[in-house]
């Protein structure tokens, strides 16, 4: 059969045919004025996208690279930190903290859930010697958006950085850098930047940069002191993945064309579309209260599998979503709805979700459940998102 393919996982996502066209352009040298030009425009916007009067850096690596980079560059050998640990990813910040030989404090938040500020507040009472709290923006594994600017608001008032894993929410829901008071901010490319993957970004505070001064290189690759300096004279520090600048130099540009408010509000929207599709069908959500912007997590019920679920929708419907992690592999799909998607692309994997379902043996009351989930997208994009 037939069918368009259509990309609905939590990265990599769809690329517009603008972007790929820009991509696809002859290459030019990553230190000749040509280039130069190119990361001075994406300078300027990548500012205006973190929210931020700081330098951002661009990283030739995927997401993690830039979790490993603010970790060697923001603490020493032997620091506490705080990680937030309510999701598949947050454990990669710990397992980066033990490689570095930082000492991760692991408060425990069950999946599902996003941390009590409070918790968190008490967990630094009780640990003064800690230096940074690690948290996830849009926990992916579990489509859990957690309270960052809450944590902002006692981080700032401490020693504490806040570092900040917007991996999957920097481009897909408000988060200012320099208006919440957060310390570093990383994102990757293959999500709500519509970019494949193999670049990082990277954005300190000036008070991270002034930590990052006494902590000195404790990575030669992922040296940020240095990648500053080059980025002042728009440059990279080693050899630069040019056509996936060029790319987001596009990317930027379309941004720019609607407006920040524009993207979050369609963002929300498909949020909330997806959300009421999924309890018009008397299915589960499995994050009820602090849920992402850019995926949604589906919990099935005992005896329709994920792996046969998903491959029914990929084969029948085009559509390609993805199973949950570790011990909800098989109890979980996960939805995604970030970058180059819009309301017919949802309607579409929301169709091969219910149709998936019925094939592997499940019963759904499919009466209505499109045409809600249309009338709560119109709803939300007229009305606006939540600050």
């Known amino acids: 059969m037939l069918t368009k393919q259509r990309l609905l996982t939590p990265g990599p996502t769809q690329l517009p045919e603008r972007v790929r066209f820009a991509m696809a352009q002859d290459m030019i040298h990553h230190r000749k004025p040509a280039f130069k030009a190119i990361l001075g425009r994406v300078q300027t916007g990548l500012q205006e996208l973190f929210g931020t009067s700081e330098v951002i850096l661009p990283l030739a690596s995927s997401g993690t690279g830039a979790m490993v980079a603010a970790v060697c560059s923001l603490f020493r050998k032997g620091e506490k930190v705080l990680v937030v640990e309510g999701g598949k990813f947050a454990q990669r910040w710990i397992r980066i903290c033990e490689a570095h030989e930082v000492i ?85 490319s293959q999500k709500g930047l519509m970019l494949p993957p193999g670049l990082a970004l990277i954005a300190l505070s000036a008070r991270a940069w002034k930590k990052n001064e006494t902590v000195g290189v404790r990575n030669y690759y992922f040296d940020l002191a240095k990648e500053r300096e080059g980025c002042l004279k728009q440059q990279t520090n080693f050899t630069t993945p040019v056509s996936l600048i060029m790319g987001l130099d596009e990317s930027l540009a379309m941004f720019g064309e609607v407006g920040f408010d524009a993207i979050y509000r369609k963002q929300w929207a498909m949020t909330t579309m997806v959300r009421a599709g999924i309890t018009a069908l008397g299915l589960t959500l499995f994050a009820k209260e602090h849920y992402a912007w850019g995926v949604t997590s589906i919990l099935l019920p005992e005896g329709i599998p994920a792996s046969k679920l998903l491959a029914h929708a990929l084969e029948r419907y085009g559509v390609v979503m993805t199973a949950g992690q570790d011990h909800l592999k098989e109890r979980m799909v996960r939805l995604g709805h970030m970058g180059w998607v819009d309301y017919a692309d949802i309607a579409a994997g929301l169709h091969a979700f219910a149709g998936s379902f019925v094939a592997c043996g499940g019963f759904l009351n499919t009466r209505g459940y499109l045409e809600q989930a249309l009338s709560a997208y119109w709803t939300a994009l007229d009305e606006g998102y939540p600050s």
């Not at 849009?138 to 401490?158: C, W």
């Open 104 to 188: 991760p404090v692991i408060l425990k938040v069950e999946w599902g859930n996003g941390v009590a500020p409070e918790a968190v507040a008490a967990a630094l009472d009780a640990n003064p010697d800690i230096t940074g709290v690690l948290v996830q923006l849009s926990e992916t594994s579990t489509g859990v958006q957690h309270p960052i600017r809450a944590l902002a608001n006692i981080t700032k008032n401490r020693s504490t950085l806040l570092v900040v894993d917007g991996i999957s929410g920097v481009s897909i829901t408000p988060c200012p850098m320099d208006a919440w008071g957060i310390d570093c901010l990383v994102t990757g």
